[in-house]
């Protein structure tokens, strides 16, 4: 019982405490609830399944509910239409998952369609929404309002304010710097014209009441003073000239009367010294110092003077080139609506059409009024192919002068398409009224002579050329071929190829070998292989206008019917040698007029490559720019750039002529060697001094190199050619290259000195390495657009290295630079430079001379050298000789022989020893015969023998 009493008062305790807790919470409960409904923001709490059940007095205020039922147990958040719609039911789900949210939007009530909403305005809040959790499982749901819409607005004013204050802060602080640098303008502005003024490149003073206030540096060089002091508040009059003084003065009144600038005058100033100097001044009035005064512009014109006395020689010069041109230099213009002009015209244009340049410089029609009616229509309907096509004009015609009658012209022209669509002609018209009575004259003596030839039916006529191939027959000759041996001859045929029975070919052979010789003779011959034939034959060797033996005519008549015909044979014979003669006279006549007309053309050709072009485009900017100098207001840097433009083209035009000269030198066979102690390593230092400027002007490094000593270097060979080599490269290398280096220098190889100049620049394409040595030659047409040039410089530089013995050639790729190599003998002065090998060893020099004199001239020149000489005759003696001699180095060889020639012996021997090297050594000196012989001969030595040549030939082929 006592036990059952104390768990009865244990239960009682326990149940009188949780009375007390439930009164506690209860009290809680209200408390908590008087808190929340006096809370300054809403509140608004949810079940675990979205249903509002509680919300205080601030939240329905917010919200705009009548009383607070409406808002507890009839909204559930997670599935209203207006909190889907809205996207609050979203936010919710994410808040029954576990999240906290904290947003703020925009909340326009008057939208907001329920019966219960009792505000229509926009309001901002603010919301926070978390979860309340028991035991780790979602109770209810809070949601937090506050209204931030007077905070926001308040914000936006504030922002728009500051917004509004920060523009004018930024426009006061962009004046205040537009203000400061307008200020330091003004400041650097006067300081740049001061320094610009005092380091004007022209003399600048100031007078005031005609005296010197102020002057530049240049002024002061000007007048010659070392300091201001010299030369200000001294009075400006007595500074120029006494015979400008009084000009000078009543200029100084009309600046201070009129306020207007002065245009240029060319006066006389005195220097300190005394020495008078023209000079250009023109002024401005200005007050200065608050007086009135002038700015004063004063040029030295003393080069400008000596420039256009300079310009003046060279259009004379060209001027009195024109002249020396037979015919008229001219440019012909057509423009677009037909008409047409002569702009320029030689003198020599009086001499082709019998009017003045002045006549038709502006209007061409007094030239067509004199081309004659038959011709009219083809110069026209040419000319305007020509201009259609921009290709080369170039015709034959007829014109009436009042005084010469009918006259033949030839005109060659290059045309050039200007801006407005009208064409320019550049070209040169001759006079060929005489070559044309030439070839007339000489058509006529063919015909004549093909009948002369002709008419003799019983008569064998051929000609044949030095290798024995037919040049002419008559028709009796050919039918006599087919009758004796079966061969239809053609022209072209080997005549001794067609002469099947053996011993009749060499017959043949001896005869006409001895015409080819030189010697005329008659011989009386049998033929035939079944029936015999006798002929008498003249064999008459054929000579050209240079007397040189290009081959033979032979005349053979029938003589098996005719022996006892001997006196008619006589008179017959006695006949054909009066035609020979004829017949050798026209020949000679029609060689010299085909010399000649080639000539002519060749000439012509050369002109107009050379002269037409290149000089007219300096001309043009030495004239040009000439005017231009006294244009009035023209700047002081555009005079300068005018004075360097002429002097350029001055410089480019004396070039030019010294180039076709010196070409036209070696064209000629006129350009010698002229041997001398040269030292190379002087020459290389000179070249580097004189092309140092440009290099640096160009902003190229530039190098050399010098192998040997000074001592080494002194050598035996021609300094002016070796120096005008290199100048030519170095040249070109720096024309050539926009940046990087140019070096040159040489190298010691094989007892020959080995020049190179090297570059950086714009390189050569392969297929041009050997055009650009041709005269008239370069890489590409834009190289001329970009570069100018005449195209000789290359062909000059190879021309003088085989004069010296040597070789040129280069080595480039496109855009890799380019290095050009040459070669000559290595000569010393001081023979202990040479190698030991060639003072020891015995060179053996066979001379093939059948002049005993001769032979005796090259013993003489050799006499001193460390050669041996071996001397034969004729070709035949030459060949056996080298055929048992395997000693010989070298074989001097003269072409015109007895029994064999040089040249025969020759071929002969370079199948033999195709290593051995021949030169020859002849009489034939014309250029068509060296060429000739140049493709068997490995140098050439023409009679006379020179003996600096003939030293260089040795050096050539390592035996000097």
Not at 810 to 835: D, H, L, W
Not at 868 to 880: A, F, R
């Amino acid at each position: 019982m006592n036990k059952d009493v104390a768990k009865f008062q244990e239960l009682q305790k326990k149940v009188i405490e949780l009375e007390k807790r439930i009164e506690y919470l209860t009290q809680s409960n209200f408390v908590c609830q008087g808190i929340v409904d006096n809370l300054p923001f809403g509140v608004q709490i949810f079940d675990d399944k979205g249903v509002s059940f509680k919300i205080n007095e601030k939240q329905k205020e917010l919200l705009g509910l009548p009383n607070l039922n409406e808002g507890i147990g009839k909204f559930n958040v997670l599935t209203d239409p207006y909190s889907v719609s809205t996207g609050a039911s979203e936010l919710y789900h994410k808040v029954y998952n576990g999240e906290i949210i904290e947003h703020e939007f925009e909340y326009d009530l008057g939208k907001v369609e329920n019966k219960w909403n009792t505000r229509k305005d926009k309001r901002i809040f603010k919301e926070t929404i978390f979860p309340v959790l028991q035991k780790d499982t979602i109770k209810f749901v809070v949601s937090i309002l506050q209204d931030k819409t007077e905070l926001r607005i308040a914000e936006r004013e504030l922002k728009k304010q500051n917004d509004e204050y920060y523009a004018l802060y930024e426009e006061f602080k962009t004046q205040n710097e537009v203000l400061i640098n307008a200020k330091a303008k003004i400041e650097d502005s006067e300081q740049f014209f001061r320094l610009l003024v005092e380091n004007a490149p022209e003399a600048i003073f100031i007078q005031t009441e005609e005296k010197f206030a102020y002057i530049n540096k240049k002024g002061l060089d000007l007048f010659g003073a070392d300091n201001p002091e010299q030369i200000l508040k001294q009075s400006v009059i007595n500074r120029f000239h006494p015979k400008f003084q009084e000009q000078v003065k009543r200029r100084i009144i009309a600046l201070n009367e009129r306020k207007e600038p002065q245009q240029l005058v060319e006066e006389d100033i005195i220097k300190l010294n005394g020495a008078v100097v023209s000079v250009e001044v023109s002024a401005i009035p200005i007050n200065f110092l608050n007086k009135a005064g002038a700015l004063v512009f004063v040029r030295d014109i003393t080069q400008r003077r000596q420039l256009e006395q300079t310009n003046k020689k060279a259009y004379n010069l060209i001027k009195n080139l024109a002249k020396q041109v037979p015919g008229v230099i001219y440019q012909y213009r057509l423009y677009p609506d037909g008409k047409s002009a002569f702009p320029y015209s030689s003198e020599g244009m009086y001499d082709i059409y019998e009017v003045t340049s002045e006549e038709v410089k502006e209007d061409a029609s007094p030239v067509f009024t004199r081309i004659h009616p038959d011709d009219y229509d083809y110069i026209v309907e040419t000319i305007n192919t020509s201009a259609k096509n921009q290709t080369i004009y170039s015709s034959e015609f007829r014109v009436i002068l009042p005084k010469q009658g009918l006259r033949w012209r030839h005109c060659d022209a290059k045309p050039e398409l200007l801006e407005d669509g009208s064409t320019l002609w550049h070209g040169i018209i001759t006079d060929i009224t005489e070559r044309k009575l030439i070839s007339e004259k000489l058509k006529n003596a063919a015909l004549l002579l093909q009948s002369s030839i002709e008419s003799p039916k019983d008569m064998i006529i051929l000609s044949i050329d030095k290798n024995y191939n037919y040049l002419y027959f008559n028709e009796c000759h050919k039918a006599a071929m087919v009758y004796a041996y079966g061969k239809d001859v053609k022209i072209g045929m080997n005549l001794l190829d067609c002469i099947t029975n053996n011993e009749d070919r060499i017959k043949s052979k001896i005869n006409y070998d001895k015409a080819l010789s030189g010697e005329s003779h008659i011989t009386i011959q049998e033929f035939g292989d079944v029936e015999k034939f006798y002929y008498e034959t003249r064999y008459n060797p054929i000579f050209n206008d240079r007397n040189e033996i290009i081959g033979t005519t032979a005349f053979s008549a029938n003589i098996s019917e005719r022996k006892q015909a001997e006196l008619l044979l006589k008179e017959k014979s006695e006949e054909i040698e009066t035609q020979n003669e004829e017949y050798k006279q026209i020949n000679e006549e029609l060689q010299k007029a085909k010399e000649k007309a080639e000539e002519s053309d060749r000439l012509k050709t050369a002109f107009l490559q050379n002269m037409s072009h290149e000089i007219r485009t300096p001309l043009n900017a030495i004239s040009g720019f000439s005017g231009l100098l006294d244009r009035p207001g023209l700047s002081v840097e555009k005079r300068k750039n005018f004075v360097s433009i002429i002097q350029n083209s001055s410089n480019q035009l004396i070039s030019i002529i010294s180039d076709i000269i010196t070409i036209s030198s070696i064209e000629t066979k006129q350009e010698k060697q002229n041997i001398t102690k040269v030292n190379i390593n002087t020459i290389i230092v000179d070249l580097l001094t004189i092309f140092k400027q440009q290099a640096q002007n160009q902003n190229l490094s530039i190098y050399v190199k010098q192998e040997l000593s000074d001592k080494q270097s002194e050598i035996y060979s021609d300094k002016t050619k070796i120096t005008q080599i290199l100048s030519n490269l170095i040249s070109n290398a720096l024309k050539f290259t926009h940046e990087g280096f140019v070096e040159f220098g040489y190298n010691l190889k094989n007892n020959e000195l080995e020049f190179y100049v090297k570059d950086s620049g714009i390189g050569i394409k392969a297929e041009f390495h050997d055009k650009i040595f041709e005269r008239f030659r370069q890489a590409e047409k834009s190289i001329n657009i970009l570069y100018g040039g005449t195209g000789l410089g290359l062909a000059i530089s190879k021309a003088f290295v085989e004069l010296l013995g040597g070789k040129i050639w280069v080595q480039s790729e496109i855009e890799k630079g380019a290095i050009f190599y040459f070669t000559i003998p290595y000569t010393p002065v001081n023979e202990r430079y040479t190698t030991e090998k060639r003072n020891k060893i015995l060179k053996t020099i066979l001379v093939a001379e059948d002049e005993e004199f001769n032979f005796l001239f090259i013993e003489e020149l050799l006499k001193d050298e460390n050669v041996k000489l071996i001397h034969t005759k004729d070709g035949k003696e030459t060949v056996e000789i080298c055929k048992t001699n395997q000693n010989i180095d070298l074989i001097l060889m003269d072409i015109k022989m007895p029994i064999m020639t040089g040249y025969d012996a020759a071929i002969i021997i370079k199948k033999i020893k195709p290593n051995l090297p021949i030169v020859a050594q002849s009489a034939y000196a014309l250029e068509h015969e060296i060429e000739k012989y140049t493709g068997v001969f490995d140098g050439y030595l023409a009679k006379p023998i020179n003996v600096n040549d003939l030293k260089i030939q040795l050096m050539k082929f390592k035996i000097y």
